[in-house]
């Protein structure tokens, strides 16, 4: 079954506006990670937040983890026109090994940002 | 992070066919994956390409339909056999790295089945 429930599934917003997208999951995770697809092509790997930590920066990106909620969420501050993707939460439930790395995939949130 | 780079691109193939998939890595990794991406839809989990073994399926996905090859710790291989419009798909492989298990993918395969 689909792990991961994103929030929005789409999203529209003008440029320098904030984007903040949601990831709810159901099974404790060894770790979250948000990645980035533009139209369809390969995927970018944003940032990894461990289920022992509560909040990661990247640049723009800033990524909460709440394992009591079994949620996370991505906000991507003064937004750009070339952010304009879709944006993905997977979550690794590995507990130990190589049981580690099969992912599970949210739904997406298409993002659009208007110029 | 590891390059990874995919062959075909993409492909149209007629039904009944059967097509070939590479992923090659700059760097040797042990853990590598393929998934599907369906027209539309998120990411599955096909399945996991063992280096000196045969490949762990997920639920869903069988060996004579979709087999795997992983000669060694740098490349794999994937074929979807017997295709169908339903396997009309992007296909991904993906490496993990790192001691936090981040995990990387490559450009995708676009298939599309007539």
């Known amino acids: 079954s689909q792990q991961g429930e994103e929030d929005p599934q789409a999203l529209s917003i003008q440029e320098g506006e904030n984007a903040t997208m949601n990831c709810s999951y159901k099974?404790?995770?060894?770790?979250l990670q948000w990645y980035r697809q533009n139209s369809g092509r390969g995927l970018v790997h944003l940032i990894l937040?461990?289920?022992?930590?509560r909040e990661k920066h990247s640049g723009r990106l800033r990524v909460t983890l709440d394992t009591s909620k079994k949620s996370s969420s991505l906000l991507i501050t003064a937004s750009r026109a070339a952010d304009t993707a879709s944006y993905f939460c997977?979550?690794?439930?590995?507990?130990?090994?190589?049981?580690?790395?099969?992912?599970?995939f949210g739904q997406g949130t298409i993002l659009t940002v208007h110029p | 992070s590891a390059v990874i780079s995919q062959k075909p691109s993409r492909d149209i193939c007629q039904r009944g066919t059967s097509l070939t998939i590479q992923c090659q890595v700059d760097?040797?990794?042990?853990?590598m994956f393929w998934y599907r991406q369906q027209p539309g839809q998120s990411l599955t989990l096909i399945a996991t390409?063992?280096?000196?073994?045969?490949?762990?399926?997920e639920s869903g996905f069988v060996i004579d339909k979709f087999p795997i090859s992983r000669p060694n710790l740098t490349f794999s291989t994937l074929t979807v056999s017997n295709m169908s419009p339903e396997d009309s798909s992007i296909y991904l492989c993906?490496?993990?790295?790192?001691?936090?298990?981040?995990?990387?993918f490559g450009p995708g395969t676009r298939l599309t089945v007539t």
């Open positions: 937040i461990r289920s022992n930590e």
């Open positions: 997977a979550t690794d439930a590995g507990a130990g090994g190589t049981s580690y790395g099969k992912l599970t």
């Open positions: 993906s490496v993990v790295q790192g001691p936090y298990y981040e995990q990387y």
């Open positions: 099974t404790s995770i060894n770790n």
């Open positions: 390409a063992n280096q000196g073994s045969e490949a762990t399926y």
């Open positions: 760097s040797q990794v042990t853990m």
